[in-house]
Nanobody, 121 residues
Framework: QVQLVESGGGLVQAGDSLRLSCVAS??????MGWFRQAPGKEREFVSA????????DYADSVKGRFTISRGYLNNALYLQMTSLKPEDTALYYC????????????????WGQGTQVTVSS
């Protein structure tokens, strides 16, 4: 049984930085990642990292601005976001899967409750 809890969201201005955290309990040998969902839109892939950190993927929209990482001692997942844009505004979800890939919403086995990120212009 895996439980995910996100934190770190908030209201910032365009160009600012923000760091999201996700604490996992019940297991750590999973591929983990971040998805986001803006009002009126479908949930979309942001980034993912394999259980050992050997494989990392980013959506084209965030590549070069966001950095995903894991804290293995505390079963934590992080998303360092820089150069934030108003289009980054969304509810950000932490996700995990026992599978090898995590790029589509249906591939996730577990979800966090989400943390809101709002970027003003």
């Amino acid at each position: 049984q895996v439980q995910l809890v996100e934190s770190g969201g908030g209201l910032v201005q365009a160009g600012d930085s923000l760091r999201l955290s996700c604490v996992a309990s019940g297991g750590s040998m999973y591929t983990m990642g971040w998805f986001r969902q803006a009002p009126g839109k479908e949930r979309e892939f942001v980034s993912a990292i394999s259980w050992n950190g050997g494989s990392i993927d980013y959506a084209d929209s965030v590549k070069g601005r966001f950095t995903i990482s894991r804290g293995y001692l505390n079963n934590a997942l992080y998303l360092q976001m820089t150069s934030l844009k108003p289009e980054d505004t969304a509810l950000y979800y932490c996700a995990a899967t026992a599978g090898r890939r995590l790029q589509r919403t249906y591939e996730a086995d577990y979800w966090g409750q989400g943390t809101q990120v709002t970027v003003s212009s």
